[in-house]
């Protein structure tokens, strides 16, 4: 059975940094292309990075290009989220994803879901 679950999430002022952890089990880390999504309430949930299958490339939102860097351990069976120069508009819930099924990964096709880090931002 695969499980995520984020970590590393908590409240920093505008402009400071935040470094998202989502631990991985269950299977075979790497077989997958894996994301991190975010969500406010009253939105809709939003892709924010994606790391491609064997970590051949990724892609990122354009809110978050530049001070975002998504990467993985596969020793450790991890995937992070560098989060720098943050902004208010940054608050989120964030979630990583496992598996994408097809189509944009922005849609968030994917198959496996963690429970979410609240991340928040003072400005």
């Known amino acids: 059975q695969v499980h995520l679950v984020e970590s590393g999430g908590g409240s920093v002022q505008a402009g400071g940094s935040l470094r998202l952890s989502c631990a991985t089990s269950g299977y075979s880390y790497g077989s997958y292309s894996m994301a991190w999504f975010r969500q406010t309430a009253g939105k809709e949930r939003e892709g924010v990075a994606v790391?491609?299958?064997?970590?051949?490339?990724?892609d990122y939102a354009d809110s978050v290009k530049g001070r975002f860097t998504v990467s993985q351990d596969n020793a450790k069976n991890t995937l992070y989220l560098q989060m720098n120069s943050l902004k208010a508009e940054d608050t989120a819930l964030y979630y990583c994803?496992?598996?994408?099924?097809?189509?944009?990964?922005?849609?968030?096709?994917?198959?496996?879901w963690g429970q979410g880090t609240q991340v928040t931002v003072s400005s």
């Open positions: 994803a496992a598996h994408h099924l097809g189509g944009s990964w922005f849609k968030g096709s994917f198959a496996y």
């Open positions: 790391i491609y299958t064997g970590g051949v490339g990724t």
